[in-house]
């Protein structure tokens, strides 16, 4: 059974899987495109972001600015990690596992620096947020994608041999 006709077994409407792929792209296009700045700029480091952390895991944010040599290994990951992330929401290669990976990413900045009363920054956020803010709505929204499997009608995924074809 092809993927799409099992689409339609579950009654997805085009309007839904459209919606879907919407949101996975313009998701895949932000998460790529802050990884490629950070790339892009020399200067850049997490440092900055880390020394914000107030929260649950600020004691490890705190370790890892006082080790040089993890700050790099962790500005590595990050910014080619958003990278990898992007393209493999936007292209569809193995989307569940970059949809996952990434919402893991951004549910680590959201611990890091949630907007809860009392915390205040000196780096300023987008916006005015209590409880809920960007990095927490893209992390719900990468999840969600996730469920469905968007990349097995347009995605490179597609083109990978599924369990079903296998069995057969």
Do not use: C
Not at 72 to 90: Q, S
Not at 138 to 155: D, H, M, N, R, V
């Amino acid at each position: 059974m092809s993927e799409f006709n099992q689409y339609q077994k579950h009654n997805y409407t085009g309007i839904q899987l459209t919606s879907l792929m919407v949101l996975r792209f313009l998701t895949g296009w932000h998460i790529l495109y802050e990884g490629t700045a950070k790339v892009l700029n020399p200067q850049w480091s997490s440092s900055a972001f880390l020394q914000e952390s107030q929260w649950l895991i600020s004691g490890f944010a705190e370790w890892i600015i006082s080790n040089p040599g993890i700050l790099e290994i962790v500005d590595f990951l990050n910014t080619w990690g958003l990278m990898a992330i992007g393209l493999g929401i936007i292209t569809g290669l193995f989307f569940k596992v970059a949809a996952i990976a990434g919402a893991l990413l951004l549910f680590i900045y959201y611990l890091n620096s949630p907007p809860l009363i009392g915390m205040e920054y000196t780096i300023p956020s987008r916006g005015h947020n209590l409880i809920v803010d960007n990095n927490l709505i893209e992390a719900a929204a990468l999840i969600l994608l996730a469920l469905f499997p968007t990349s097995k009608i347009f995605g490179l995924d597609a083109l990978l041999p599924s369990k079903e074809k296998k069995d057969q």
